[in-house]
């Protein structure tokens, strides 16, 4: 799940309702909003304005689809400015004591996005964001993948928002070069693959041009086709090329976070914003360590009862190589997860009380992005636009069977669609803000722990199953190690790529784009263990306390039914819940 903050508002409408009431003096008062309430508002207001493509991401009614955010570094210092003013307004205002009230849930996130984003300035990530992991082109293709073409209108504004691209991507050059100039960037070894990335968005079938072939509109095609040809695809091309030609000769050989400008203190912060908890390197990586031994006893103990023992190590080697535990076709590997996925719709109600109305659907990774092991994006608010799970389908010869369905859980049901579902459907239950958020501890804590729910509700078919269970939380807690180890603690990118190897059954080159990941997204994959084994022990509490009167699908819907909030708010939401059980009659 690429993400670390989703969060929009149908500002223009708020705009354009503010304005017919002003002029209409019969018009009914509104009711008076607490000042919490106000200053989501603005600042949501403010946001949908900065990044016009959450709106479409999100299939927001009443958006519009014309612009992409100005990534200029005159424009982030003026909105820098306006989070400082936000955050001392915010300051001002007394933490409202009801936990899970409307106020509160609105009070904590928009504390958690504004100090965060003022506390990670010192990274200046605008400056080197240019790996084959974390570059521009690994999102804002796929925004034109669902962009709405079904009226005049909205062909109109398609245009425009293509008209942006190139200054969009010339823009990215100008900041990279900037950071190369300023002792910041992305290490060589996670940008060698981008300008063949880049170029392979240059194609007849090219994912720019899907507005087009989306639409039954023979001009509006010849005009995207134009801006392509004569806008876009020279744009494509002179990123590629100043890839090759200055930023890999000039970009870090150094892999550890620290050879940025303040890198050694941008790391702890950047483990703090996605996690949401405060925790050490030292410890994040002793607590893998620990996480890793119990995993491995569960592959030991699967592979003497099921597959006649010996290495783990060698094992995990053959399920990706050996006929029996991989695919023979494409098709096979893409039905195999549709197959999962009508299992897991089916057993969703056994754990939960509510569930979402969007449906999620599998599709093939397209060319450009087909290193992935698997990415879920967002289905719409209205639940009318399915989530899309893009998984891998090349070369399934080297696919093992055994991790397919664990992935799947995680990015479909009743892991990221469901949470992340669930929350854009929520109305007026939570603040907008609540409903468009999203942490790494939260979310992917909640997607790693529905591999383990999966489980329970008995959706692995048999035990190689249970080997890539094992396998995916296995790799989960070895980022720990491995992310610590590469950003504070002098490891090299081959020991982090063999202790992957020794601990994982994923492909040798799933393993090396992941370890590549994690070189340049610093701190990101600690927040999925580490948010796991938070939502465990909260759900370990709750057992405890309430004995026989806990209740599972209660108790999930507690945990997913106020938006994407942060792992603390999750903390005193369950706490109170609990207090809540216990005075029911």
Request: aromatic residues 10%; hydrophobic residues 40%; charged residues 25%.
């Amino acid at each position: 799940m690429n993400k670390q903050s989703l969060i929009a508002l149908l500002a223009c409408l708020v705009v354009a309702a503010c304005g017919e009431q002003a002029a209409e003096p019969q018009a009914e008062a509104q009711p008076e909003i607490s000042e919490i309430e106000a200053l989501a508002d603005e600042f949501l207001a403010a946001v949908m304005e900065r990044y016009p493509s959450l709106g479409t991401q999100l299939g927001l009614e009443g958006a519009r689809h014309d612009r992409l955010y100005d990534n200029s570094l005159e424009a982030l210092a003026k909105w820098q400015a306006r989070q400082d003013a936000w955050y001392a307004r915010l300051n001002a205002i007394p933490q409202p004591e009801a936990v899970g009230s409307r106020d509160w849930v609105t009070h904590g996130i928009l504390h958690e996005e504004l100090s965060s984003a003022i506390a990670l300035r010192v990274c200046r990530n605008e400056l080197w964001q240019a790996s084959s992991a974390t570059g521009w082109h690994r999102g804002l293709p796929f925004l034109f993948e669902v962009q709405p073409v079904d009226t005049a209108e909205h062909r109109e504004q398609t245009l425009a928002r293509l008209g942006e691209v190139d200054r969009f991507i010339d823009t990215e050059i100008a900041n990279l070069r900037l950071g190369l100039e300023s002792g910041y960037s992305t290490p060589r070894v996670t940008v060698v693959k981008v300008p063949d990335q880049v170029r392979s968005l240059i194609s007849d079938d090219s994912i720019f041009l899907s507005p087009a072939t989306r639409a039954d509109d023979e001009e509006f095609a010849v005009a995207v086709r134009k801006i392509y040809d004569d806008e876009i695809m020279p744009a494509l091309n002179r990123f590629a090329d100043f890839i090759e030609s200055v930023y890999l000769e000039q970009a870090r050989d150094n892999i550890a976070l620290s050879a940025n400008t303040d890198g050694a203190e941008c790391y702890p912060l950047r483990v703090r914003s996605f996690v949401t908890l405060q925790k050490s390197a030292e410890e994040i990586h002793e607590l893998g360590l620990e996480q890793i031994e119990k995993i491995r006893g569960e592959m030991r103990t699967t592979i003497d009862e099921h597959f006649g023992g010996g290495s783990i190590e060698e094992f995990l080697r053959r399920i990706n190589i050996e006929p029996e535990f991989t695919f023979e076709s494409e098709d096979a590997v893409l039905q195999y997860a549709v197959d999962g996925l009508d299992a897991a719709k089916e057993a969703m109600p056994r754990a939960f009380g509510n569930l979402p109305k969007a449906d999620v659907i599998v599709k093939p990774y397209p060319d450009f992005a087909s290193s992935g092991v698997g990415e879920y994006h967002s289905s719409s608010e209205d639940g009318t636009r399915p989530g899309i799970y893009y998984i891998a389908v090349v070369e399934p010869e080297k696919r093992t069977r055994a991790w397919q369905l664990s992935t799947l859980y995680h990015e479909t049901y009743p892991g990221h669609h469901l949470q992340g579902a669930i929350s854009l459907e929520l109305g007026d239950k939570v603040h907008p803000i609540a409903r468009y958020t999203y942490y790494s501890g939260f979310g992917e804590g909640w997607a790693l722990y529905s591999e383990r729910l999966a489980d329970e509700l008995g959706l692995y078919r048999d035990p190689l199953d249970y080997i890539g269970l094992y396998s995916d939380q296995g790799a989960r807690a070895a980022r720990l190690v491995i992310d610590t180890g590469l950003h504070t603690m002098g490891w090299t990118r081959q020991r982090a790529i063999d202790y992957m190897m020794a601990n994982t059954s994923w492909s040798a080159i799933d393993i090396e784009n992941d370890i590549d990941r994690y070189i340049a997204w610093p701190g990101q994959a600690t927040a999925y263990m580490l948010g796991m084994l938070e939502i465990q022990r909260l759900r370990a509490l709750a057992e405890e306390e309430l004995g026989e009167r806990f209740d599972l699908k209660a108790f999930h819907d507690r945990v997913v039914g106020f938006g994407g909030i942060t792992l603390p708010m999750l903390h005193a939401s369950i706490l109170a819940w609990i207090e809540e059980q216990k005075a029911l009659p």
